[in-house]
């Protein structure tokens, strides 16, 4: 069998994959849902809800085999090589080339991001992007998209012209550096597209203020972003290292929640941190950039995987297309049901921090809250669960923390 088949047929299990969790995730709209979130949606929200389910089900459906067609003609009739042509035949031209036309690409669904935020969520009253602010993300995350891609597929060119078979372990931890220092942007990162104010001086800066303090931790800032510019829906984050944490909180979650539900939320965030979850995401993170270092390096070492898709030899931008799209997407699942299970035992653990800091039924209330504003499923299939789940069902939680008060 050819590369060139064998990847396609890779390719094209890989969406079948995906399809069918898909359709599980639709059927899941018929099963019963549990006593003890009965109370979510009232008999009219849940009408509302299983129509939203079914709509964003069948568009998913949709847009995913559309992706798909797409991505698999311009590997199966050659085109990244064809395009790639027009470019100077430099190694960072090269890979540019790929690089771009992987962007440009993604621009052929812009139809269907507009159909999903301007028809179907302001159909269900979740959008309030206007159709400014939709574009205005869209050339956003398209050039900081492709500045991602390049600067990756360039760290992976040079780590390899330069280092050759110790691209393994080097490639695995500049690329872990490199997700941190993503990390460590991020709140700079999110001013593109949101308006950040600290929050006003009140009962809810200083309960959350005195929470992180009697744990150990110092509040840099508590800030209000302008979620509600684009969505009606519910979140919040930590973001910094170490103890020196910034609070952001959406300026929906504000508007719909009690000072102790808020806190209810950032005790179980807390969690997280004394547990040192982020330390395992983080270490999880490493191996799987291992894996993908073992990929890129046999991928690389394998020339006829190039030219069985028209190149002349190795191109680092298909490489990247290969390595992530096809190779790693494989054993993706594989990777996903040991970490998810792990996130959901980290998620028990942060509700326990939570009750221990007496918010338990205010978490449950917040818990019920965000379910209802972000339309949540509440009755998954168990097998999604345990395959696609960083989290527990919302019944599952309550469960837990009704037996930890």
């Known amino acids: 069998m050819s590369f060139k088949m064998l990847v396609i047929i890779v390719f094209c299990l890989i969406y ?81 080339s790929v690089m771009l036309l992987s962007a440009v690409s993604s621009l052929l669904m812009l139809p269907f991001s507009w159909h999903n935020t301007m028809v179907i969520e302001e159909k269900y009253g979740f959008n309030k992007s206007t159709a400014k602010t939709f574009w205005s ?6 050039l900081i998209g492709l500045l991602l ?29 490199f997700a941190l220092i993503i990390s460590f942007l991020y709140p700079f990162l999110s001013k593109i597209f949101n308006k950040f104010k600290p929050l006003e001086d009140g009962e809810l800066k200083e309960k959350l203020t005195a929470l992180l303090e009697k744990n150990g931790y110092k509040v840099r800032a508590i800030k209000i972003m302008d979620a509600s510019r684009r969505t009606t829906k519910s979140n919040a984050y930590f973001s910094g290292f170490g103890k020196m944490k910034t609070i952001v909180l959406y300026d929906t979650l ?9 806190c209810a939320v950032f005790a179980h965030e807390m969690g997280h941190g004394i547990h040192k979850d982020t330390l395992r995401n983080q270490i999880f993170s490493f191996i799987q950039m291992g894996v993908l270092g073992v990929f890129a390096w046999l991928t690389l070492r394998t020339e006829g995987l190039f030219t069985a898709f028209g190149f002349s030899e190795v191109n680092y931008g298909f490489a990247m297309i290969l390595i992530m799209s096809v190779e790693f997407a ?30 338990g039924e205010e978490l449950i209330s917040a818990l019920k809250k ?36």
Request: charged share 20%; net charge negative.
């Open 254 to 262: 504000v508007e719909s929640m009690t000072p102790d539900e808020i």
């Open 149 to 177: 891609m390049t600067g990756i597929g360039a760290l992976l060119m040079w780590v390899h012209q330069a280092l050759g078979d110790w691209l393994i372990l080097v490639f695995a931890i500049l690329m872990t550096l």
């Open 16 to 96: 079948l994959y995906n399809l069918l969790l898909t359709v599980i995730h639709m059927r899941s709209a018929d099963n019963p849902i549990p006593v003890n979130v009965s109370d979510v949606y009232d008999t009219e929200t849940y009408r509302k809800w299983r129509s939203y389910h079914a709509e964003k089900s069948r568009f998913e459906i949709v847009t995913s085999t559309i992706s798909f067609v797409v991505d698999l003609l311009l590997m199966a009739l050659n085109v990244y090589a064809a395009f790639a042509g027009l470019f100077p035949n430099t190694l960072f031209m090269q890979m540019f």
């Open 370 to 405: 965000l379910a209802r504003q972000n339309y949540s499923d509440l009755a998954p299939s168990p097998l999604l669960v345990k395959l696609e789940y960083s989290h527990p069902t919302l019944s599952q939680r309550i469960d837990a923390i009704e037996g930890r008060k």
């Open 137 to 142: 993300d869209q050339v956003k995350e398209f």
């Open 330 to 359: 494989l054993i993706a699942p594989l990777f996903g049901l040991v970490i998810n299970y792990f996130s959901r035992k980290a998620e028990y653990r942060a509700d326990a921090q939570a009750v221990k800091e007496g918010y």
